[in-house]
C-alpha cells in the first residue's frame, strides 16, 4: 500500500521537516559570550577563588589575596 505523494504532499511534507528542524535546532552560542557575567564582573573586580576572608575587629570581613 505504498503510493508516492503528489506534489502538494511532497511540498507539505518538506514544509513540516522544515518547520521541525527550524524549532528544534538549538541557538547557536554568540561569539565572545565564552564567560558568564557573573564571571566577567568578578574578573573585573579581581575576584579569585582562591581568596581567604578575614574579619575585622569592627565587625565586616574583608577579602584577602
Known amino acids: 500500500m505504498s503510493r508516492s505523494?503528489?506534489?502538494?504532499e511532497?511540498?507539505?511534507?518538506?514544509?513540516a521537516i522544515e518547520r521541525f528542524r527550524a524549532e528544534?535546532?538549538?541557538?547557536e552560542a554568540a561569539v565572545g559570550e565564552?564567560?558568564?557575567?557573573?564571571q566577567r564582573a568578578a574578573l573585573a573586580e579581581?575576584?579569585?577563588a582562591k581568596?581567604?576572608?578575614s574579619e575585622h575587629q569592627e565587625g565586616g570581613?574583608?577579602?584577602?589575596s
Open 61 to 64: 570581613v574583608k577579602w584577602l
Open 10 to 15: 511532497a511540498a507539505a511534507i518538506a514544509a
Open 24 to 27: 528544534t535546532t538549538p541557538a
Open 46 to 48: 579581581g575576584i579569585g
Open 34 to 38: 565564552a564567560v558568564g557575567p557573573w
Open 51 to 53: 581568596g581567604t576572608v
Open 5 to 8: 505523494p503528489n506534489a502538494d
